[in-house]
């Protein structure tokens, strides 16, 4: 797996960020990291001590923790100080855990397929294998200085025969479930590592390894149907304990959405059925498109327009879904000369054909309207006329908010835009409202019964300004308001639907009216005037969308209009009806649709799995083989494993496909690594693996794709249970023992690549009873990134990057393991510092000084703490709060923690000072493991540390004695005083009523009453 790790160059600057520590060492004599750490790894090897053998052995009355890290992807370079960040912390868990008399699985392994190592072989010709062996060795020789306590014994590669064996038994499960299926559509394929690639590994429209732009090209592929899964994928990610933000990138990724799928009624073409999550608004429908890539766009293109159509479709071919879908491209189209009926209300669309819509999403066709960004750009672009159904909603409130109770008055009304004859003022109406409030807003008023809204329109104007000659233009596109609100002076509530028109001044003529109900007061303003002024929120609002007329889509969830018997409805309330609708008449349905799409799943290059299938040709289904007194030359293992599958043979695209169960079916030795790019892998090179001879007169010839990167890291986790077996993936009891991963610390970088692809081969596997859970990872945590001193991020390519090597070898790994730990929160990003190493060294540097220093020595003496009893107390605190926070991940608190009770003191009475001495180095154990077993060696024990159990506090004595209680008078704070715990409030208050600055705020004053918080405060309330 890989991410966020890079190595180093040796630079001058390095060498300033790591060596600060000379100054501290001249000053003093400091203990030898590199004797004591490189002791301790020898014994732990020679004694095997983190071996963890199954349950079925000695320890199945335990508990059991399964701690894991993302495994990493070794690359030639090594590891880099941001790898060792969450593999520290998984080991102190795993210590802690084991301390705490757990059953720990702690392993780790190699994710070792993938480009790097077979782009060095294409350069170089050293076989892919070679290389990663050799990288393997330094990753494993990096990882040992760190005194982890990994099981070496359960070390894995996803590139050994032995492990691919079961991810290739994988893939026939799925071929056999028919999960794992053969296409020929374009996919998104990468020029430079001339490979295609699932959508996952596509970001930004590049490939996720190389940056290339990725472009769209068809060859055959190997698909897994990871949307059959994409409702259970979704639904569980609730329950898992996971970061919030990773588990939104995957429910956005997944993408679920609810719609309602129906037909246009084809007037000269086939029906075109379309899919839309706002079916609200199909009252405006105005248009239909279809993608150039529907199977059946042919039917509906018209002869006149044929020329024209194919064209534009040949166009369209060029393009990636991520170019035609991008959100600053221009939508194009062209119009096909066929005509459909709107099924809800028996209007006449006309059907396009336009590259924003993608025949893998939905139907491959939408209906276009006034209600969405893109279709009203569409639409503007080509002069398709378009109408509003869904208005503004708004709900006043305050004073105006509706009552329950009343009347409802239900109004028509017309607003006026009015404008004077040189277009540079605009008239405003200012009164003193139901509230008193100063109100300014446009013209306008309800349309009475059997008028027209032109003739209102007249009528307001000349009412409220007194102007007669005006011109009305236009009504102001997507201006339907709809509102409702309390009137104070009818006592009713009112439903108001209102449209803004746009009207013009043609001359000053007035005729005095003295009808209306308000005192008007009407002003010309400039358009900012207008902006600044006007102050009803809907005014304000089609004003700033008169402004943006006519280039603005209104695409609010709201109030249908123009919408027959529906007007009125909410949008969501509509969504709900008008599906139902569509049910009932049978030209629809309800219909959930996912934006994640299959998993493109293989790769036209060398270093991977290879796909155990083999091809035969549709003429020689007939004489395969079917028992094994046939005459062929099929060994009898090999067919028998076939008489389970030979009556599942699948139809691919150029023939049949029979799974090959001989497996682990071995990559081949090649002469050459470099992929064609025309859809062929180097495997394709070597016709004497990609032939086999099935029988006399039968052959067959095996897929040469690879599986992709990520096929190793679905599953590895179960194989570390159970490493050697050979009969099955992973042992049953030994699955149901471990059962689901209880921490897994990696990178968030892999949210919707690796976890997601987990997540659903888990699930195919529990579904299949290989595993007893249905989830992979029950806890996950984030490792945030190690950065640059000066806050940039590491990477090789600016020679940034700190080597851990170097940090070992100047403060050992105790130190370094110890300085990450404490850098910041764990899931924090956080720089590296020199200055703050050198203090983790010092730690380190005391406690050992402390068990190594004889107790007489004046030295010695100035560690001792004042009281003994402090001291004891102190450490039982440390207990308490170091597991706590080992548990919450709260790691530099825990360090925190250890280095007060090192300052506190060692108690001076010399049992107590050997148990003290004891519990420090147990609780120093997961942290600078090294060290610990030293300290617990000094104290005479034999064993290695890591076999004691985690000390245990006594809880009375982690409680304080003397709390501090703040005394408020009146609600203000007027002391803060020591008492002892336990306290009661009337001990409180006769002890500070003596007291001359609290006296005095009592005097001349009441006391109401008295709230107590035990051991916090004292709140006199008086008056
Ligand atoms: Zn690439």
């Not at 199945?60 to 790898?83: C, R």
């Not at 109406?429 to 003739?455: D, K, L, M, Q, Y």
């Not at 299949?768 to 990134?785: A, C, H, K, Q, S």
Request: proline share 5%; hydrophobic share 35%; aromatic share 12%.
């Amino acid at each position: 797996m890989r991410g966020f790790f890079y190595i180093s160059p040796s630079t001058k600057e390095k060498i300033d960020i790591i060596h600060p520590i000379n100054s501290y060492r001249q000053k003093s004599i400091m203990y030898n990291h590199s004797e004591i750490e490189s002791k301790w790894q020898r014994y732990w090897s020679e004694h095997d001590t983190f071996a963890c053998t199954n349950p079925e052995l000695e320890n199945s009355h335990k508990p059991k923790f399964y701690a894991l890290d993302m495994f990493p992807y070794p690359s030639g370079a090594g590891l880099h100080v941001g790898h060792p960040k969450g593999y520290t912390a998984t080991d102190i868990i795993a210590r802690y855990k084991h301390a705490k008399w757990f059953h720990v699985l702690h392993p780790m392994g190699w994710d070792a397929f993938g480009l790097p190592a077979e782009n060095y072989a294409i350069k170089t010709g050293t076989h892919p294998a070679i290389t990663t062996a050799a990288n393997i060795d330094r990753f494993r020789e990096q990882l040992k200085k760190f005194g982890f306590a990994f099981d070496w014994n359960r070390e894995i590669d996803t590139t050994s025969p032995e492990y691919y064996k079961w991810s290739q038994w994988i893939f026939l499960k799925l071929f056999e479930a028919g999960l794992a299926y053969e296409s020929d559509k374009p996919i998104n394929f990468c020029p430079s590592c001339k490979t295609g690639l699932a959508n996952e590994e596509v970001v930004d429209g590049k490939c996720e390894r190389c940056g290339t732009p990725v472009e769209k090209k068809a060859i055959r592929q190997w698909i897994l149907a990871i949307t059959k899964y994409a409702d259970r994928l979704l639904s569980d990610i609730d329950r898992l304990d996971w970061p919030e933000g990773i588990k939104e990138m995957q429910r956005n990724w997944i993408g679920k959405s609810e719609g309602c799928q129906f037909f246009f009624k084809g007037i000269d073409c086939p029906d075109v059925e379309v899919f839309t999550t706002r079916i609200d608004t199909v009252f405006s429908g105005a248009f239909v498109v279809i993608a150039p890539d529907h199977p059946r766009v042919q039917e509906y293109i018209h002869a006149d327009h044929k020329k024209e159509c194919d064209k534009y479709i040949k166009k369209t071919q060029e393009e990636s879904d991520i170019e035609r879908t991008k959100l600053d491209k221009q939508k194009t189209g062209v119009f096909t000369g066929s005509y459909v009926t709107n099924p809800f209300n028996g209007e006449k669309l006309p059907v396009w054909i336009g590259d924003f819509v993608l025949w893998s999403y939905g139907t491959g066709a939408v209906f276009g309207d006034a209600h969405d960004e893109r279709d009203f750009v569409f639409a503007k672009k080509y002069g398709i006329p378009l109408k509003q159904s869904i208005a503004y909603e708004y709900n006043f409130d305050g004073v105006y908010t509706p009552k329950n109770g009343v009347e409802t008055l239900k109004r028509k009304c017309v607003d006026v835009i009015l404008e004077n004859q040189n277009g540079e003022f605009f008239l405003i109406e200012e009164f003193n409202a139901e509230n008193n409030s100063h109100a300014r807003h446009f013209v306008g008023g309800g349309i009475e019964e059997g008028e027209t809204e032109r003739e209102a329109i007249l009528k307001e104007i000349k009412e409220e300004s007194w102007y007669v000659d005006v011109e009305v233009i236009a009504p102001v596109e997507m201006s339907y308001v709809y509102s409702k609100w309390y009137r104070h002076t009818k006592n009713k509530n009112q439903e108001t639907l209102a449209q803004f028109w746009h009207v013009k001044l043609k001359s000053e003529e007035r005729v005095s009216c003295e009808i209306d109900e308000w005192k008007h007061n009407g002003k010309w303003y400039s358009k900012d005037q207008v902006e600044e002024l006007i102050n009803w929120w809907n005014h304000k609002l089609m004003w700033q969308t008169f402004l943006r007329w006519p280039q603005y889509a209104m695409t609010d969830e709201g109030v249908l209009v123009n919408s027959w018997e529906f007007d009125g409805l909410t949008s969501a309330e509509a969504r709900k009806v008008l599906t139902e609708k569509a049910e009932k008449e049978g030209f629809g349905k309800k219909v959930v649709n996912y934006k994640l799409r299959d998993w493109i799943f293989s790769r036209q290059r060398y270093w991977g799995e290879p796909i155990p299938l083999i091809h035969i040709e549709d003429e020689d289904k007939e004489s395969l083989p079917t028992t094994k007194h046939d005459d062929c030359w099929i060994d009898g293992d090999m067919l028998k494993k076939w008489d389970k599958t030979l009556g599942k043979i699948t139809r691919g695209i150029s023939g049949w496909l029979l799974p090959d169960w001989d497996l682990p079916l071995k990559l081949p030795e090649v002469e050459k690594y470099e992929p064609s790019g025309d859809g062929e892998s180097p495997l394709a090179t070597i016709p004497s693996w990609v032939h086999v001879q099935l029988g006399k007169n039968l052959s067959g010839y095996r897929e040469t794709n690879t599986m992709p990167q990520w096929a190793g890291s679905c599953w590895y986790y179960l194989r570390f249970m159970d490493p050697t077996n050979s009969e099955a993936i992973v042992d049953t009891a030994v699955v149901k023992y471990w059962g689901e991963v209880d921490s897994y610390i990696g990178g968030a970088e892999h949210a919707v690549l690796h976890l997601l692809y987990a997540r659903f081969w888990h699930k195919f596997l529990f579904d299949i009873g290989v595993v007893p859970t249905d989830e992979p990872f029950f806890r996950l945590r984030n490792v945030g990134l190690i950065l640059w001193p000066d806050g940039n991020k590491m990477s090789k390519s600016k020679g940034n990057v700190i080597n851990p090597d170097d940090v070992i070898s100047e403060y050992g790994s105790d130190t370094l393991r110890l300085y990450e730990m404490s850098m910041a929160d764990f899931a924090d990003v956080a720089p590296w510092n020199t200055k703050a190493i050198v203090g983790s060294y010092r730690l380190l540097d005391k406690i050992y000084r402390l068990f190594t220093t004889d107790s007489t020595t004046t030295e010695y003496q100035s560690w001792t703490a004042k009281e003994d009893l402090s001291a004891i107390k102190t450490m039982h605190k440390t207990i308490k709060k170091v597991g706590e926070d080992i548990e919450n991940m709260k790691f530099n608190t825990a360090i925190a923690a250890i280095n007060i009770m090192v300052n506190e003191g060692i108690p001076t009475d010399a049992e107590q000072a050997h148990e003290w001495k004891s519990v420090l180095a147990r609780l120093l154990q997961p942290f600078a493991p090294h060290m610990a077993e030293e300290c617990w060696s000094l104290l005479g024990n034999e064993e290695s540390i890591y076999t004691t159990e985690w000390p245990e506090y006594i809880p009375a004595m982690t409680i304080d004695d003397e709390v501090q209680i703040a005394i408020q008078i009146g609600g203000k704070l007027r002391g803060t005083y020591p008492f002892m715990r336990g306290v009661t409030a009337e001990e409180v208050r006769m002890t500070v009523e003596n007291k001359p600055e609290i006296a005095k705020w009592l005097e001349g004053v009441t006391v109401v009453k008295e709230v107590f918080i035990p051991n916090k405060i004292l709140n006199i309330v008086v008056k």
